[in-house]
């Protein structure tokens, strides 16, 4: 069964003069929106999904060395972006903080939401989300279907 | 689609058994129907539990549940409801993945069980779902005399009603005194898929039945579901720790008004200081398996103490399960002077402030009011529920009078005293003719 989902990601950057990160934003590996952030910005997600399992991604394009400033081992400035915030059919999502998968090409894998080095940060669900919700947030048990 | 305010999934799933073996809704009926025509009618003894779950009764109340006319009879989870507090039909929705704010429809429409709640509205009520959760009564033998308990759910309350004129028949009715209809529940028991099972009382840790039903379960290893019960806290259990361990999981609900020697007034017959005792044993003791929840009825007496039983429930990490007295409606909170309601709401709005700075971290909205985990945020909505109970207004000068006359009567034949237990109350009491 497909279900309408409302999503929203929040994106803060890290940048300095014409420095600021490229990213994209992609629901199951399909592109939702892309460019250089600026700005932090909220973007909202209506989609329709079948019941299974899906993604979101986030992913961080366009480092190179020389955007990190390091003087005496303390950053100066840098390009990066932080995943502030999510919320799943209205519910501040706050578990992202320790369920998405940060991964960041050629470094090991994390869960931290500050995307410092190129590469995707993912958060994986399943639908029905409220299904979903129910289990991540321990909710209690749920009756089986089929009783 | 149902509407949220009136969709409960009850029906479906539970069954519940009163002391003289009627079947009920659920324990939180306004009037629970024990020892009337349609409790004689509705009655385990003249239906098995299968012929009953597919009754024109339980039909009805399926039907019902999926239409935009509430029961009048489910005025306990109404009152909850009206007050924002977690009310029974909240919490077992949730059993069904349906979320009760602004998201019902949508959850609706995604539920696992959405497809058995519209079969019963296309097939007159009929239900494809069995019954897999139980809330049983085994009988109204109690060892107190609590005065907002039902007289059909005390024994020794029931004497003293009588005693004093309130009713004209005090009687043991315990359904489970009948060892054929016992012995088909038992069998009935041992062939379902249980999920949960529910006892309350009369006192079940009095009742043999009790102790025979959890050793059935052990024998027989059916011991895969969540067994709680509730208990007035005033018997040692030590011998059921063994056993209650091979439970999947087990919760004991104790029964606690206030946390001073007022609740010896309230829970008559009880001890408070052994009460807290037994308390800490039970912590101690307890296998891991083992929850505890607090379970109160606040009244227009025990909410003057409600701000220090709760903070009582944060220091023991306790959930509280209430329901806020509607019957007897002489003791509902609503009777209150405004001058003591006014003293509450302040208490009541300052426990909010601190316990409100205690917690930061949890999603609005996404909360089991059972769940271990989320103990603060059980008591905040219990403090939201207590203060919104001392709303002002709403006094009823004939149900006033009746509450003092009643405790007058009740103090003269146990030799107590109202006010000298709330003495917060004693003006009213007395310019009220006590």
Known sequence: MATS?????????????????????AMDNKLQDEGILKEEHTYNFDVTLDDGA?????????????????????????KAIIVEQITIEGYEFKDFLYRAVYTPVGRPKSHSN?????????????????????????????????? | MPNKDIFCNIPWYELHINHDGSYDLCGCMSKLITQTDAGQEWNIKNYPVEDYWQSRRLRDERLQKMSDTPNPACGVCQHQDSLGSHSKRIKENLKSVLFYDRNFYKSFEQSPHRAA??????NDGATVTRPVSYHLSLGNECDLACVMCSPNSSFKLANDYKALGWIKDSRRLNWTDDQQVWDNFCSTLLATDLVSLHIIGGEPTINKRFHQLIDLF???????????????CMHNIDHLWDKLARF?????????????????????????????SNIAHFKDHAPENV???????????????????????????????????????????????????????????????????????????LTNFRNQAHVIENLISETHAALASVALGNQDPDLAAECVLKFKQLDSMRNN??????????????????
């Not at chain 1, 899906?54 to 840098?78: C, Q, R």
């Not at chain 1, 080095?117 to 009756?143: D, K, M, S």
């Not at chain 2, 007022?262 to 807290?276: A, F, K």
Request: with cysteine; hydrophobic share 40%; net charge negative.
């Open chain 1, 5 to 25: 989902l409302q999503f929203t990601i929040t994106l803060k950057p890290v940048g300095y003069a014409d420095r600021w990160p490229e990213f994209y934003l």
């Open chain 1, 54 to 78: 899906h993604s979101i991604g986030v992913g961080f394009t366009n480092k190179v060395d020389t955007d990190t400033v390091v003087n005496d081992n303390e950053i100066l400035a840098d």
């Open chain 1, 114 to 147: 500050y995307l410092s080095w190129n590469g995707e940060w993912t958060l994986e669900f399943t639908t029905p989300i409220f299904t979903w919700l129910h289990q991540t947030q321990q909710l209690g048990w749920i009756y089986e279907k089929n009783l």
């Open chain 2, 117 to 122: 709640f519209e079969y019963s509205l296309a």
């Open chain 2, 218 to 232: 052990v024998a027989n290893d059916r011991t895969d579901f969540s067994f709680s019960f509730t208990t007035n």
């Open chain 2, 248 to 276: 999947k999981r087990v919760e004991i609900g104790m029964s606690v008004e206030t946390v001073n020697f007022s609740n010896d007034y309230v829970r008559y017959g009880s001890d408070i200081d052994t009460l807290l």
């Open chain 2, 291 to 365: 929850a505890f929840v607090v379970r109160t009825v606040p009244t227009l007496l025990t909410i003057n103490y409600y701000s220090q039983l709760i903070d009582w429930c944060l220091d023991n990490d306790f959930l509280i399960d209430s329901y806020f007295a509607t019957d007897p409606a002489w003791q509902q909170i609503r009777l209150l002077p405004d001058s003591v309601k006014i003293h509450l709401q302040t208490e009541f709005q300052v426990q909010l402030s601190r316990y409100t700075t205690l917690s930061q971290s949890r999603i609005k909205g």
């Open chain 2, 417 to 434: 005293s109202v006010v000298k237990n709330f003495p917060m109350l004693q003006q009213y009491f007395e310019s009220n003719g006590y």
